[in-house]
């Protein structure tokens, strides 16, 4: 039985997920976290949040790197750690220094940073011929305009180091560019703590399906698991509302896909690790969106299991542990799996979720939750703001989707202020 150390980790399914795998792996883990409190606010379901399920909760300032290493090192003669890992965007370079630092598996830091900082991406990818948008990086108000002007719009505005969409958007011209600046500009700390890049990232809007590639690079070596589609609504936001797998796609198509993000995880430099790569399937062929050095999040991972058995966070696991993982999939009874995400009407408090009664009993529904009487509903502006989902399963290939879609169409989100005028 190994000892793995969990570098912070987010607060949605992952925070399950994670340690599951980490446990039927035959592994235990200590958690280390600069602010628990962070996770026991965030914990809305029953029970004891699963972090705390860990052999020790240790504390430190998981944002300084420097301290971190040596605060670990510290402690490494007497807790011993097998492998460090993550769930959390904003870690994975910290656990890549500190698994170097300690001679513990896991993927070259610089290859971490390269995939964890979108500008950095997209330059290697550029340099090393990997197909992707056209694109313009700035830090200033007039070199964003000048770099708008010489690409043209439509554009799509990203910060290069946040997750889950935020502050993620298509603009149409100098007006709503200046109105993308200025939000993220009034958001220079994330959610962690940690100070943002000035930077902006401005690429051209591809138009085409999009969709992910699972896959498992292990000495040197990348495995595909599968093709993920994916949803997206919200305009002029780019929220996932759902995903399936395995994608039903035309081979040719498919093996394009594959082979252009093992190409961008090669580029980058990446092994020992789960990559979940998005990609725009446009008219020109498959185009780079982001390379993501761990898991999938969005429960992804969960339909991958449904279908294949292959447990991708239990797999992120085992190469921390420094094990050579078994990725043979076997016959589970679902030819598909997908989940579908109810997104917020609007903002304000929630009164309840009308049908949400009912999920349980709807013919392939396999797990569904939303959100309780009393939530405040944020805008749908990003992948955070979910007020549920519908998980579904069909022994048929393609057809999950329509299954998830349907039963969160059955919802409805009743506010407060509706009684109150009705």
């Known amino acids: 039985m190994g000892h793995l150390l969990m570098v912070e980790s987010w607060v949605g399914a992952m925070s ?34 699963p972090l705390l399920g860990a052999q020790n909760v240790l ?7 420097p301290s971190l290493v040596e605060h670990v090192a510290r402690l490494q003669p007497a807790l011993r750690f097998d492998g460090v890992l993550t769930s959390c965007d904003y870690y994975l370079g910290a656990v890549a220094h500190l698994a170097q630092h300690l001679g513990l598996p896991g993927s070259p830091p610089e290859a971490v940073e390269l995939a964890c900082n979108k500008d950095r991406t997209r330059l290697a990818l550029r340099e090393a011929g990997v197909p992707g948008p056209a694109f313009a990086l700035a830090d200033t108000a007039s070199g964003l305009r000048e770099a708008a002007a010489a690409l043209g719009f439509p554009l799509v505005v990203k910060p290069v180091d946040l ?26 700390v994330n959610a962690r703590g940690q100070r943002r890049s000035r930077t902006v990232l401005l690429e051209e809007l591809l138009t085409g399906p999009e969709v992910s590639v699972e896959a498992v ?46 190409d961008a995880i090669a580029a980058l430099g990446l092994d020992n690790t789960v990559t979940h790569t998005e990609l725009k399937l446009t008219p020109d062929g498959p185009r780079i969106v982001e390379v993501n050095p ?16 292959i447990d991708l966070p239990a797999v992120h696991a085992r190469l921390a542990a420094g094990e050579r993982p078994d990725l043979t999939a076997h016959a589970t009874g679902a030819g598909s799996a997908a989940i579908s995400f109810l997104l917020p009407p609007r903002t304000g408090p929630i009164r309840h979720i009308a049908g949400a009664e009912l999920l349980a009993g709807t013919d392939g529904v396999v797990d569904s939750v939303v959100k309780e009487p009393g939530h405040v509903a944020g805008a749908a502006t990003s992948n955070n703001n979910y007020l549920g989902h519908v998980m579904a399963t069909d022994p048929a290939p393609g057809a999950a989707r329509a ?15 509706d009684l109150v005028t009705a």
């Open 16 to 49: 399950t997920l994670l340690p599951r795998g980490i446990r039927d792996g035959g592994h235990r883990f200590s958690f280390l976290t600069r602010d628990v409190h962070h996770y026991l606010r965030a914990w809305d379901r029953p029970g004891a949040h």
């Open 163 to 188: 997750c889950a969409g935020m502050f993620v958007r298509k603009v149409s011209d100098e007006a709503e560019l200046a109105e993308a600046v200025r939000d993220l500009e009034g958001f220079p």
């Open 59 to 65: 504390t430190a300032e998981t944002n300084d790197v």
């Open 294 to 309: 761990r898991p999938a999040g969005n429960q992804i991972t969960e339909l991958i299991r449904r279908v294949t058995g």
């Open 217 to 262: 690079t292990s000495h040197g070596r990348t495995t595909v698991i599968g093709v993920t589609d994916k949803s997206v609504g919200g305009a002029p936001w780019f929220v996932e509302t759902g995903h399936m797998f395995p994608a039903a796609l035309d081979a040719d198509i498919e093996r394009a896909a594959t082979s252009t993000a093992v």
């Open 403 to 417: 299954r998830a879609e349907a039963a969160i169409g059955s919802l409805d989100v009743v506010y407060a202020e």
